[in-house]
Structure formats: C-alpha cells, structure tokens
C-alpha cells in the first residue's frame, strides 16, 4: 500500500498546533507498520518559512517529506510547485489524504487527484462545521463550497475523528463514505506516579493550554474567572496574534484578575511537565473537532473542564475524566466554585486517567484501524 499525506504543514511547524502532530505521528506509525508513506507539504511556518530546501524530499523522522514553496501565507497557502509535483506524481499512490479544507494546498490537491483517478480520502480537522463556514473569511469560503468544494467532497471519503464531529460534517454534505477514527495523540513515555497535590495555600491550579485565538474560548474563561470565590491561579499557555493576546489581557485588567494570571507563551517539549503541574485543564472551545490537549492532560491525569462543543466532551463524561460546562460564562465560573470543593474527584482522576488514556489510545491498534480504513477506501473506491 501507498499512501500520500498531504497537509499545508508538517513538522516542525508547531506554530499550527494539533494537526501538526497528528499528521506527523499518523505516518510515523504508518511507516512502521510497513505501509508506504510519503508527506506533500509546504514551508508554512505562520509568518515565516521553515529553513528546508523547497522540493527536495527528505527523511523527517523515517518518514520521506517534500516542502514546497508557497506563494501565499496563511491561511491560504497557495503553491504551484506543489500541485505541479502531486499532478505528475499523484498515479504512484494507492490514496490519498488530504489533511484540512479551506485552503489552496487541501482543495487543489483534492482536485488534481480526483481528475487523476485516485481515490482520496479528507479529514477536515475542524474546517467543515457550521462555526467554521461563519467564523471567518465566510464569504470566500461560500464561493468556494459553491465552485468546486461540494462537487470534490462529494466525491471524496471523510475521516472524522468524532461522532460530534461526523454530525456536524454530514449537516453540511453527504460524501462518500464516513469513518471515525480519533487522532493519533503524542503522550509521554513516563507519567510521574508521585501524587499530586494541592499546592499548601490551596489555591486551584487551572492552566488553558492551546493556540490562542478567538476560537478557544478564552476570552469567556476571562470573564467567568470574576466569579470565582474559589482561591486559583490561571496559567495560560500558547501563542497567537499580539493584538488579540494584548486585548484579552486588558480584559483580565479590566476585570480586575491580572494578579491571578500567568501569560507563559508557547510550550513544546515542556508540554507535558507544564500540563502535569495543574490542577485542572480548560477548553472552553467554541467548535473543536476533537482536542488533542484533552487527551495530551489525561495523559499525564490532569482532569479537564471543557465546552459541550469540543469534539472529545463524550468521551470526557463516559470515562468520568471531568466536566462539560455551556459556552457561558456563568456556567464556567459555577464549575470551578465546585471542583474546587471535589478535590477526591480530581485527585481520582488524576491516579486513573493515564491508564484509560494509553489502552483507548494504543497506538498499534490506532495504526490497525487506520490501514483498514485506507483498504476500504482503495477497494471500494
């Protein structure tokens, strides 16, 4: 079998987040399980370009990747030599997957290896939900559904990575097939088994850990921290567009809560130390197709309190994980009065979460489900 992943970007453009390391660590897994795998990417790196030589393809991690030039930054990502590369080349591949929509790399590229013949498969992360067709550049992203998007996912498979999700997708189209499987999560070798527990002032350690932008719901969690009576401290972990980080800040100012707030920035392979040193983690997401940090928290048994609108909040509640709070700000500042007050519960979940996390996500059996569902696709297609 040989498969073409095909994303906007690859490692080590952490800049993007979650994606970024599912895609790597999905061919990684693939290249060890003896499947061919190869990595169409560009040199996006958010504003700048990753120092790669474009078009030559490389061994990332045992896993042969080509960066193209893209003439575009984000979140468009156009790039010629990629669609020029992929339309010569797309016929030495049993599939391919397209990784994201809305952008010129994903789209195109659907494109060529459609009018190609070759079956394709796309797993949206997130890009195709009501929240995402008026979050932002809505007009464009209509004109785009209406030309050629529908016609394409029509034609194509759709990987999704929860049932929420799956929802969400076929409100909007009916493609050929749909089939859900989570994401591939990257998880420490080693939890520390030592127990974890309140720091001696009592204060509740809440830490948000995500690229920050108006989608994650920070802004809310802000607001709904004035309510708190509870003693906390907020750490907040991740990047975004200084305009936006300097405007949230002036919330928490205003607010009156600057004090209780801890601006760290981005974190990578001190993630998971920064995640085991909390008490609670936070995803007040507005739309979230999964959530690769609520497993990444669970993983080292951190609870999690996270919207009714992130991918993973079923999962959550049936594995008794945490909480799912409404999109309010009220709801949000209610939950943190009451985990602060169920510390048995935090530090249950804390002592069963690693386990549940490493035998839900095993990654053979992620890898086993992930070949069947190319098979599927390339027999049936």
């Known amino acids: 079998m040989r498969i073409l992943q095909i994303n906007a970007s690859y490692k080590p453009a952490y800049i993007y987040g979650g994606p970024t390391m599912s895609v790597s660590k999905l061919s990684e897994q693939l290249t060890k399980a003896g499947c061919y795998?190869?990595?169409?990417?560009?040199?996006?790196?958010?504003?700048?370009?990753?120092q790669v030589v474009p078009g030559e393809r490389v061994m990332v991690d045992d896993v042969p990747v080509t960066y193209f030039k893209r003439l575009t930054k984000d979140h468009s990502h156009f790039s010629p030599a990629l669609l020029r590369r992929l339309r010569k080349e797309v016929r030495h591949f049993d599939v391919v997957h397209i990784h994201a929509w809305w952008n010129l790399v994903s789209v195109l590229s659907c494109w060529v290896a459609i009018k190609r013949q070759v079956p394709v498969v796309i797993s949206p992360r997130g890009t195709l939900s009501a929240y995402s067709f008026s979050n932002k550049n809505s007009l464009p992203k209509q004109i785009i559904h209406g030309l050629i998007g529908k016609r394409l996912l029509k034609k194509s498979s759709i990987h999704v990575t929860s049932d929420r999700e799956k929802?969400?997708?076929?409100?909007?189209?009916?493609?050929?097939?749909?089939?859900?499987?989570?994401?591939?999560?990257v998880l420490p070798e080693?939890?520390?088994?030592?127990?974890?527990?309140?720091?001696?002032?009592?204060?509740?350690?809440l830490l948000f850990f995500s690229r920050i932008e108006e989608k994650k719901g920070l802004d809310i969690l802000l607001n709904a921290l004035k309510a708190v009576t509870a003693p906390y401290h907020l750490t907040i972990a991740g990047d975004g567009e200084v305009d936006y980080i300097d405007r949230l800040k002036a919330i928490a100012a205003n607010n009156g809560i600057a004090d209780h707030i801890s601006w760290i920035g981005f974190q990578g392979g001190n993630k998971f130390k920064v995640l085991q040193q909390h008490d609670l983690m936070i995803l007040p997401s507005h739309d979230e197709n999964f959530g690769n940090v609520v497993i990444e928290s669970l993983g080292v048994g951190t609870p999690v309190l996270?919207?009714?609108?992130?991918g993973l909040a079923d999962y959550v509640t049936a594995n008794k994980l945490g909480w799912i709070c409404e999109l309010d700000e009220n709801d949000i500042s209610a939950y943190i009065n009451r985990i602060f007050e169920e510390k048995d519960k935090l530090n249950s979940i804390r002592q069963a979460a690693p386990d549940i996390i490493r035998k839900d996500f095993d990654e053979a059996k992620l890898t086993e489900k992930y070949i069947s569902m190319y098979n599927q696709i390339i027999n049936n297609g």
Do not use: C, M, Q, W
């Not at 969400?168 to 994401?183: F, G, H, M, S």
């Not at 996270?306 to 992130?310: E, G, N, Q």
């Open 190 to 205: 080693r939890v520390n088994d030592e127990k974890r527990e309140y720091s001696d002032a009592g204060t509740l350690r």
């Open 306 to 310: 996270v919207s009714k609108h992130v």
């Open 167 to 185: 929802r969400a997708i076929e409100n909007i189209i009916l493609p050929k097939r749909t089939i859900t499987i989570p994401n591939f999560v």
């Open 37 to 50: 795998t190869e990595v169409f990417t560009t040199t996006a790196n958010g504003d700048i370009e990753l």
